[in-house]
């Protein structure tokens, strides 16, 4: 994982995304290889995508939906809906630091996690 003081919001979203992509692939009780083969991609990619390495494009979701047999939509909702917790959380951790902490600290995406 990236350290806090260079990961920047896309690099948020990208772990964010991937844990929800995880999450989604381990409640199907699908395995990497298996999710990787139905969406047409490498298990090194999904990987990548699942550790927040890689951020997937438009084309990997809708394969990686399929393949989880839900709607595009809905894969970008939870990764929408995750980001939002995630920043809320951030936020609160700012907001626990005081206001001088926090301006050392920058965006959300650079709070601790």
Do not use: C
């Not at 009780?29 to 999904?46: D, G």
């Amino acid at each position: 994982m990236q350290s806090a003081a260079k990961l920047d919001e896309t690099a948020a979203y990208a772990i964010v995304a991937g844990r929800v992509i995880a999450g989604v692939r381990e409640r199907a009780k699908l395995s990497q290889n298996e999710l990787a083969r139905r969406a047409a991609l490498t298990q090194s990619t999904l990987s990548r995508i699942e550790t927040g390495q890689s951020i997937p494009n438009a084309a990997a979701v809708r394969r990686i939906a399929a393949a989880l047999s839900i709607p595009a939509s809905e894969l970008v909702a939870k990764f929408d809906e995750a980001v939002a917790r995630t920043e809320k959380a951030a936020k609160g951790v700012v907001h626990a630091l005081g206001p001088a902490k926090a301006k050392e600290k920058g965006g959300w995406w650079e709070m601790p996690m």
